[in-house]
């Protein structure tokens, strides 16, 4: 999400893989990797999409990819927790941080374990070489703060 003008601008990525890696049962001594294909972009408005795919944006065509590597996790009171890492876009990487809730471990219909979690990440996209921007009346037409969200079900195989 993304303040334009005076309203937010949600997306999200429609093509991506992760992965968890525990060495033992416990998933908080584990690892996240993800990678989202950056023309995947989907905010419901094509055209803008295609803006977002340019070289003003994500130039999915050098940049096909964005990623995520978890390097800490720490968990909190109740079921919440912050998952520290470094998000790579367009080439640049920076430390983020997660914060979410952990929302649980079962075992689905066919006795696989499953576990699901959402967090939250705050980021400034001049960081990550995005820096297309408009002036208008009002000051500039796009944030420079970025709300990333994750929601995540995986499944032990």
């Known amino acids: 999400r993304i303040r334009?003008?005076?309203?937010?601008?949600?997306?999200?990525?429609?093509?991506?893989?992760?992965?968890i890696v525990t060495k033992d049962?416990?998933?908080?001594?584990?690892?996240v990797n993800v990678t989202v294909r950056?023309?995947?972009?989907d905010t419901g408005n094509p055209s803008r999409d295609m803006d977002l795919r340019s070289s003003r944006f994500?130039?999915?065509?050098s940049f096909p990819t964005m990623t995520f590597e978890s390097t800490g996790l720490v968990t909190g009171e109740g079921n919440s927790f912050e998952m520290s890492g470094l998000l790579t876009i367009k080439g640049n990487t920076h430390p983020v941080v997660f914060k979410g809730?952990?929302?649980?471990?079962?075992?689905?219909?066919?006795?696989?374990?499953?576990?699901?979690?959402?967090?939250t990440a705050y980021i400034n996209r001049k960081d990550y070489g995005i820096t297309w921007n408009q002036v208008v009346e009002a000051g500039k037409?796009?944030?420079?703060d970025v709300e990333i969200e994750i929601s995540l079900e995986a499944v032990r195989q």
């Open 38 to 41: 950056t023309k995947s972009i």
């Open 58 to 61: 994500f130039a999915v065509d």
């Open 4 to 19: 334009h003008l005076v309203g937010r601008v949600r997306g999200e990525f429609t093509d991506w893989e992760g992965i």
């Open 141 to 144: 037409l796009l944030s420079d």
């Open 101 to 119: 809730q952990y929302r649980g471990l079962q075992r689905d219909m066919n006795g696989k374990e499953r576990i699901a979690f959402d967090g």
């Open 25 to 31: 049962t416990d998933w908080t001594h584990g690892t």
